[in-house]
Structure formats: structure tokens, C-alpha cells
């Protein structure tokens, strides 16, 4: 499972920021694969950023749009997830996600899950 702390506080001002990390543990593979979800009220869980072990990176076409940066330390199995610019249509519970070696971004491909965070943007 993930043990995840949020930074920046739960409830953000429209136009500020927030940076959300999360720790693996009991992962015992070095190649792995590492996700942000998110799920706002009434909506399906979606994907949000991936980080896979050897930098690689990947931002959902529907969130985000640039504003979002996913970021981790491989050693650590950390993640954290940088959001900018934020607006409204962010408010969602975000999840830390893993998987063993290469993941598709959905929600399917990851098996590791640590507790959802609430984030609220307000206007």
C-alpha cells in the first residue's frame, strides 16, 4: 500500500497551487510504474499523470492541459504530483497508484492504491 500526505492544504483558491506526494511500500520490484488518478463526485475514477521508473512520463489528454507535473524518486519510490493554475473543475479525491513494470494510463493497469485526498479549488 501508499502512505500519501498532502502538502499545500486540501483547499485551494482559484489560480493557486498544490503539490500532492505519496511513498510506496511494500513494493519489492525495482521496475514499476507510477500514476496520479483522480475521481470528482458522481464521475468516474480518470486518469490524471504516469511516471514509470526510467523517467518516462505521460499526462491525461482531459486533465491537467500542461498545468500538472508528476515527478518521483525511483530510490524511494516516491511520487508526488505538482499542480498549477488550478480551477474548479480539479475538485476531486486524488489517488496514488503503482504497477509492476510498464502500466497503460487506466485505472485497470494499476493494482497498488494507496487513499484517496481530497482536493477542493475554490472560486
Known amino acids: 500500500d501508499f502512505s500519501c500526505r498532502r502538502l499545500g492544504g486540501g483547499l485551494v483558491q482559484s489560480g493557486g497551487s498544490l503539490r500532492l506526494s505519496c511513498v510506496a511500500s511494500?513494493?519489492?520490484?525495482?521496475?514499476?510504474?507510477m500514476a496520479w488518478f483522480r475521481q470528482a463526485p458522481g464521475k468516474e475514477r480518470e486518469f490524471v499523470a504516469q511516471l514509470t521508473w526510467n523517467g518516462g512520463t505521460m499526462y491525461s489528454a482531459d486533465s491537467g492541459k500542461g498545468r500538472f507535473t508528476i515527478s518521483g524518486d525511483n530510490a524511494k519510490k516516491t511520487v508526488d504530483l505538482r499542480m498549477d493554475s488550478l480551477t474548479p473543475e480539479d475538485t476531486a479525491d486524488y489517488y496514488c497508484?503503482?504497477?509492476?513494470?510498464?502500466?497503460?494510463?487506466?485505472?485497470?493497469?494499476?493494482?497498488?492504491w494507496g487513499p484517496g485526498t481530497l482536493v477542493t479549488v475554490s472560486s
Open positions: 497508484a503503482a504497477a509492476k513494470g510498464w502500466a497503460t494510463p487506466d485505472a485497470e493497469s494499476y493494482t497498488y
Open positions: 511494500g513494493l519489492t520490484f525495482d521496475d514499476y510504474s
